[in-house]
């Protein structure tokens, strides 16, 4: 955070000022040096400080309007309610990727193996996402009329570029840096990224870190590291 300026005011008294001239001009005395002014060490190590600070370590960007969101207007045509039921399900898990990666992929492959809906069936579908494979179970808990289930993406896609967007947003700065393994990393749900994030105050040159968290439904949240 920036220091806030320091005003200093002197008082001259201009009458008392002229007297001792005066008087130093008869009695011949030399006019003493003017005092020297010493610098303030805390601002001078603040003003170090930031021009130390190297934007070259961060990788630059414009902050986003708003946090990175998926655009479903991308996905695929979604099955219809008579369509089979892997193929409905394997649609399903398609979506969750891509909303977990916040981007989608026109390439992307996604399917489930035949599920006769009966009740306790366990069945895991796959979905290929920018060349990774991802996994998305479901457990069907009653069938009939209704099939209820839970499901379950065991993980997904963290990219560079989304989530370093997203710090960006949330950190209201163009300069941000997460130290990702790759551009694209596998993060699990309900839990931190593998990986910490640095964003830099243009003002000021702080430094923070930041810890991603990953809600249930891939939301993202940062958190001071």
């Not at 001792?20 to 001009?25: F, I, Y």
């Not at 990788?59 to 045509?77: C, M, R, V």
């Not at 993406?153 to 967007?165: A, N, Y």
Request: charged share 25%; glycine share 6%; proline share 8%.
């Amino acid at each position: 955070m920036s220091n806030p300026a320091r005003t200093r005011r002197i008082t001259l008294g201009l009458v008392a000022a002229g007297s001792a001239l005066a008087l130093a001009a008869c009695s011949g005395a030399e006019e003493p040096p003017p005092a020297e002014t010493t610098a303030d060490p805390f601002e001078e190590a603040m003003e170090e400080e930031a021009a130390e600070v190297d934007t070259a370590d961060f990788n630059q960007g414009p902050i986003p309007d708003a946090a990175p969101e998926l655009d479903t207007s991308g996905l695929p045509p979604e099955p219809g309610s008579d369509a089979p039921l892997g193929d409905r399900i394997a649609w399903e898990a398609l979506e969750q990727v891509a909303t977990f990666a916040k981007v989608n992929d026109p390439d992307a492959t996604y399917e489930c193996p035949e599920i006769a809906g009966e009740e306790g069936e366990s069945v895991t579908c796959t979905v290929t996402f920018l060349g990774e494979p991802f996994e998305y179970t479901i457990t069907i808990e009653s069938s009939g009329i209704l099939i209820n289930y839970q499901a379950e993406l065991h993980d997904g896609p963290l990219i560079r570029e989304v989530v370093e967007d997203a710090l960006r947003y949330s950190e209201n700065t163009e300069h941000v840096l997460c130290d990702m393994d790759a551009d694209l990393v596998r993060g699990e749900t309900d839990t931190d990224a593998p990986f910490t994030c640095q964003s830099l105050d243009e003002a000021s040159g702080t430094v923070s870190e930041h810890t991603l968290s990953i809600s249930m439904y891939g939301a993202f949240s940062f958190f001071p590291a």
